[in-house]
């Protein structure tokens, strides 16, 4: 694991003001917990070969969709997949596709999720 690459690569994938609410609520409630998702997940798991950053989000995307309940986490990973170069049409498909596999309830309520993030990532 590397720490420095990992919060490298948290800069790429996340805004700084998100990534520092983010930071500050973990912080609060849990010290030292933010710095360890970043170095086991950014510096460790994302540095693997093998998938490339828009493959991993697409994995995120669906992972995320097929658990539910995680609305604030499947939206940050909607405005990441828009900030590595992902269209808005690409990241809607990944719900629409998602729909025979893990039932179109769960496939819906990401539609959903995803649709407010993307309306609020253009505004």
């Not at 991993?56 to 986490?73: C, E, F, H, S, Y």
């Not at 809607?92 to 819906?108: I, R, T």
Request: net charge negative; aromatic share 6%; glycine share 10%.
């Amino acid at each position: 694991m590397d720490r420095d690459e990992g919060y490298r690569l948290l800069a790429e994938l996340q805004d700084e003001p998100s990534r520092e609410a983010a930071r500050a609520t973990l912080d609060a409630v849990a010290p030292g917990f933010f710095d360890w998702i970043v170095t086991s997940l950014f510096g460790g798991t994302y540095q693997r070969p093998g998938l490339s950053l828009r493959d991993r989000q697409i994995a995120n995307l669906a992972a995320l969709t097929a658990m539910g309940g995680v609305d604030p986490q499947l939206a940050g990973h909607v405005r990441t997949s828009l900030r590595i170069g992902m269209t808005a049409e690409e990241i809607v498909e990944v719900f629409v596709h998602l729909a025979p596999y893990v039932g179109v309830p769960k496939a819906l309520a990401g539609l959903r999720v995803a649709t407010a993030a993307l309306d609020g990532a253009t505004s």
